[in-house]
């Protein structure tokens, strides 16, 4: 159970979670996409991979190859404060390139939602280790049930699967000894809470 349970925090690294929130928006809500060309949401995902996904990744493997990481799991959290700042800066650059395109104000909103995840994960690991695995995860369940709830394009069922995936994601972090049942609590409800509450608002930078 144990590889399986390190498997699944690969795939579903938090690194990964904004891009995969923007294609499952995209493809589960046709109200903020149906008016892009097939080209734009590529290029689209394209960008937002680069630069949520390609930057921090090559941040990470720099930090650890200059000794400031023990390693790129970052077991300490002293570790972390560094890699999420940068983080917190890639996401603001990826949300001023959305800006430039013709999006609906729903992406902005989650977005906005995803950075604040990240700044409120950066303030509490000053004093406290959160998961930031269920940060991610609890984002991106998050964000869809805030458009879920405002546009209702997709059925409930399909979040169901999505929270039965984040359920299996808090066991294997509980299984491989990476948190506490707390932290993984806490890590949903902080990614859930930032991305649902700026997408139902309409809280956008």
């Known amino acids: 159970m144990r590889p399986l349970a390190q498997a699944l925090s690969i795939a579903l690294h938090p690194v990964v979670m904004p891009l995969l929130t923007l294609v499952l928006a995209f493809r589960l809500d046709p109200h903020i996409s149906f008016f892009l060309p097939a080209p734009v949401q590529w ?17 990470a493997v720099l930090l650890w190859r200059s000794g400031a990481i023990s390693g790129l799991t970052m077991p300490l959290r002293e570790e972390r404060i560094v890699p999420l700042l940068m983080t917190m800066l890639y996401l603001g650059m990826c ?41 991610g995860i609890g984002g991106l369940l998050g964000g869809l049930s805030g458009l879920q709830l405002l546009h209702g394009t997709f059925a409930p069922l399909e979040l169901a699967v999505l929270i039965v995936l984040a359920g299996a994601l808090g066991s294997a972090r509980l299984l491989v000894g990476g948190h506490t049942a707390g932290q993984v609590a806490a890590g949903t409800a902080v990614g859930f809470l930032c991305t649902w509450t700026c997408v139902v608002l309409g809280i956008q930078l």
């Open 43 to 59: 290029f689209t995902f394209g960008m937002v991979a680069v630069m949520t996904v390609v930057f921090p990744v090559s941040s």
């Open 95 to 135: 949300l001023y390139l959305l800006h430039r395109g013709p999006h609906h104000p729903a992406t902005y909103a989650l977005f906005t939602g995803v950075l604040l995840a990240v700044a409120a994960t950066l303030a509490i690991t000053w004093r406290w280790r959160i998961s930031a695995h269920m940060v």
